[in-house]
């Protein structure tokens, strides 16, 4: 229980003596991170210093599994994370960082993947390929049938699968992140999951090409 | 729904256990590049959706005018007119407004007036109103890739940069009609036109490609160069220009591909490869880089003499190119995005516009400019003003 430092309405002439050192209120994490957040909006380097010890493995975790590829989601970790320093003077509420730096890590991530996307495109067709029934007794074992399935999804149907079904986020908060209607984003997850069950059926169908 | 339970569970104790630590040296590296980098001011950080006019300002060569104004008339003009002069010249500044559209676009091209964007994320082209932004029919195509890839003989044609078909979309019925060609395979995501004959490159690992009347809707021709390495990125001067040089022994640079006779072949020499190209007036303009790096060399290609000069330098790898009667407008897309315009008869850089943000696509209604913004689903108008 968090100890509440104010003054004690007593007389301090009769107040008996107490071997009790009052410890200062200690921040709760959001106030921290909006301390951090304005004095880093001041150009303090330091404070944004903790908020990248605050962010960065959180972050990187997102862009490892958007973009399937180490080092791609270290360099987009830290040109987010740079990024955010450069711009947060533009952030109107401190409230909003988590937001904030999600959108701009997410970003980051199309800006790697329209340059892979340029070299060779693989895709799902998602109304080329006839689903079927997979037995649904069985699920998926093989993780490499995911993970290479997954790896089929187009960056934004990743994005959202990812804020979603890892970090827990609300249709709402996905649409702030993304700065979608949340109409699209429910939509989106529809279809990215049905992609995704595509990439499956495509996988166990031996022979078949997938685009 | 016992499937999408199995599934959305198996997914998340998969993606649970994809491992979730950034490098040991990311920390250092960060805190070095964060250092460096200086934080820019409010009004440069836009929000989606915002218009944002940036500030009037005026150049450095109009206060050089307005200084060499000052020491010649000072005496008999007067600081207040003076100011009212300088104040003048800059007041047309380049006026930057943003569109939400709904998805992610890339591509940009400019058809029947419209602006037309294709979307990444839903595989569908916006038809956008110039004039309000307002996306005023939305075509699906389902397929990538939606590069825009050119424009010719009426209509937008659009590779799939995979196997699939190259795509026709007629603006009058706002229809997508797949174009099936003999012999196709992955075709490349640019489609340059000269007059209503296109240069399609239907295999680009074979160096194959065609010669596409898009009036008639028959191939007219067929070539087969290696090793071709890459794309015809260019039409022009009675010539396809294609990448050379990333296979065997050949030099870095371009080819060139007379339209009549394909085994007339001349390959032109440039220090970097080239990107993208564009004839205006009597030469062609061609970006040349390499993906990844922070250089491109912008070039200027003679047709009669089939020299490349190195005409200006910039920062980083991808240009995109438009043009604005003798003017050529080159969009540097890595954030901060910024316009250069350069004038082809002079080879000057004559105004440099900072959009923000990251873009990619560019095109141009024939006055204005239009960019597709990364990752923000917006398109970008700009009038560049004076």
Known sequence: ?211 | MTQDRDLTRDLEHWLEDVPSSAPAMSRATIRGRVRETRQRPPWLVRERGEPYVRPPRVSGRMLFVGFTILALTGATIGLASLGGQVGLRAARSPEITAFPVEGQPLGMAYLSGSVWAGMTDTLAVARIDPATGVSTNVLSLGRNCVAMGGVGAGALWESTCQAGPLVRIDPATNTPRAVPIEGQGQVAATIPFEGDVAWITIDADAGTFVRYDASAGEVISRGDIEPLGGAVFAAGFGSGWGVNGFGGDEPLGMIRIDAENHADVTRIETELPPVFGVPIGDALWVVTGIEGTDRAVLVRVDPDTNTATPVLEFGFWELHMAVIGTDLWLLDGSEPATLHRVDTRTNEITQTISVGGEANGLTTDGERLWLSLLGAQEVVRVDPGD
Request: net charge positive.
């Open chain 1, 1 to 211: 229980m968090a100890v509440i430092a104010r003054p004690l309405a007593v007389d301090h002439a009769r107040r008996p003596r107490l071997n009790v050192v009052a410890a200062p209120t200690p921040p709760s994490p959001a106030m921290t991170q909006r301390l951090l957040v304005v004095s880093a909006a001041q150009g303090d380097p330091e404070a944004f210093d903790a908020l990248v010890e605050r962010w960065l493995d959180r972050l990187f975790a997102v862009a490892y599994r958007i973009l399937q590829d180490h080092d791609a989601a270290d360099d987009a970790t830290q040109d987010a994370l740079v990024i955010a320093w450069r711009d947060i003077r533009g952030l109107r509420d401190p409230d909003r960082f988590d937001a904030w730096i999600h959108r701009l890590l997410v970003r980051i991530c199309y800006r790697h993947a329209v340059k892979r996307r340029r070299e060779f495109v693989r895709l799902v067709d998602v109304d080329g390929i006839e689903l079927g029934r997979p037995d649904t007794t069985n699920t998926i074992a093989d993780r490499d049938l995911l993970e290479r399935a997954f790896q089929r999804l187009t960056l934004e149907q990743r994005s959202v699968l990812v804020l979603h079904h890892y970090l827990g986020r609300s249709h709402a908060e996905i649409g702030d992140i993304l700065q979608l209607p949340e109409g699209t984003v429910a939509s989106r997850l529809h279809y990215a999951l049905k992609a995704l069950r595509a990439a499956l059926a495509a996988d166990e169908r031996p022979g078949r090409p997938v685009r």
